[in-house]
């Protein structure tokens, strides 16, 4: 397990931004995929935006042309960058570090929460 920080999060009215950054607190040579996830009402985690260390993007579908997902993997660093936030976007956010695209099987972050009102 690798310890994560996490940074950003907050409270915003719908159409505002926020960003959230995730950073490896010791050196991980490089990740493999950094990704934010979304704690749901049961408590399941769902995919918002991964990156891979090779600049490989996926979003969930909620969440594109919205989130951008960017990562530094000199840094081992990941970025969400989210705006025109909807009040559906609420909830606890969690950074992943996991070693394959196939999975998120790795660290955890302790999450963050992010608030849209309406």
């Known amino acids: 397990q690798v310890p994560l920080l996490e940074f950003g999060g907050g409270s915003v009215q719908a159409g505002g931004s926020l960003t959230l950054s995730c950073a490896a607190s010791e050196d991980v040579y490089g990740f493999n995929v950094m990704g934010w996830y979304r704690q749901g009402p049961g408590n399941q985690r769902d995919m918002v935006a991964r990156v891979s260390s090779g600049g490989k993007t996926s979003y969930a579908d909620s969440v594109k042309g919205r989130f951008t997902i960017s990562g530094d993997n000199t840094k081992n660093t990941a970025t969400l960058r989210m705006t025109n936030l909807k009040p559906e976007d609420t909830g606890v956010y969690y950074c992943?570090?996991?070693?394959?695209?196939?999975?998120?099987?790795?660290?955890w972050g302790q999450g963050t929460r992010v608030t849209v009102s309406s």
């Open positions: 992943n570090l996991a070693t394959t695209w196939d999975n998120n099987i790795g660290s």
